[in-house]
């Protein structure tokens, strides 16, 4: 399973713009790059994915390196609720999820 | 739209009790996962059924744990005997075609084995 690399843990003010960086140099090809998100005593939640080109949804923006070897997931205006545990995943077409142990976010008011 | 549903939420056992999770995917997903979840670490996943057939039980402690779907939608997962190192939070997920959608994840069920 290729791996991904992340801080352990972040902060950020409310309403100001958070970027989550991902590595993970021994992508292959054909690795979806996938994030999710865990809030406190939930289960995971999807927020994005995308493969080669950048992506944008109502939740957040991936911006993915043109050499693929890294990504960054933007929160565009941090809010309380985005205070969770974010997971960078990589996986090819019709396989598992396997999670690693995340970034921790913190957000201050 | 029901989301992923699992009970208990919460058990408590002794060591060497057994224990069974329940898990409703949502209607009309294919795929449905099984993680554990230990304190401080990310979800790992134990099994992963396509309708009611098996694709991938490679990480599950068949020595203790089993899980079935039944008629490719309801599903329970069973742990027996149960050791300490069993405590975690269950996780069920299920998914349309599970392949890169989106998987929707149930609450999870807090098992504590004392």
């Known amino acids: 399973d290729a791996k991904t690399t992340q801080p352990n843990s972040m902060e950020s003010n409310e309403e100001e713009p958070v970027h989550l960086p991902c590595n993970h140099s021994t992508i292959s090809g054909t690795d979806y790059i996938h994030w999710y998100r865990q809030l406190p005593s939930q289960g995971p939640e999807y927020v994005i994915h995308g493969l080669t080109s950048n992506v944008n949804n109502r939740m957040a923006s991936l911006a993915i390196a043109e050499d693929r070897k890294s990504s960054t997931l933007i929160l565009h205006r941090a809010t309380l609720r985005d205070a969770a545990v974010y997971y960078c995943i990589l996986s090819p077409p019709t396989d598992k999820l396997i999670f690693g142990t995340g970034t921790r976010l913190q957000v201050f008011p | 739209e029901a989301g992923v549903a699992q009970s208990p939420r919460y058990k408590i056992i002794e060591k060497r009790q057994s224990v069974a999770f329940w898990c409703n995917p949502i209607?009309?997903?294919?795929?449905l996962y099984w993680y554990q979840q230990i304190l401080g670490q990310g979800p790992k996943l134990l099994i992963q059924?396509?309708?009611?057939?098996?694709?991938?039980d490679s990480q599950l402690p068949k020595d203790r744990f089993s899980a079935e779907r039944l008629k490719g939608v309801d599903s329970t997962l069973k742990i027996q005997p149960a050791k300490l190192e069993d405590s975690a939070v269950y996780l069920c997920?299920?998914?349309?075609?599970?392949?890169?959608?989106?998987?929707?994840f149930g609450e999870g069920s807090r098992l504590t084995v004392l």
């Open positions: 059924f396509q309708n009611n057939g098996v694709v991938d």
């Open positions: 997920a299920s998914s349309l075609f599970g392949d890169t959608g989106e998987l929707f």
């Open positions: 209607s009309g997903h294919a795929t």
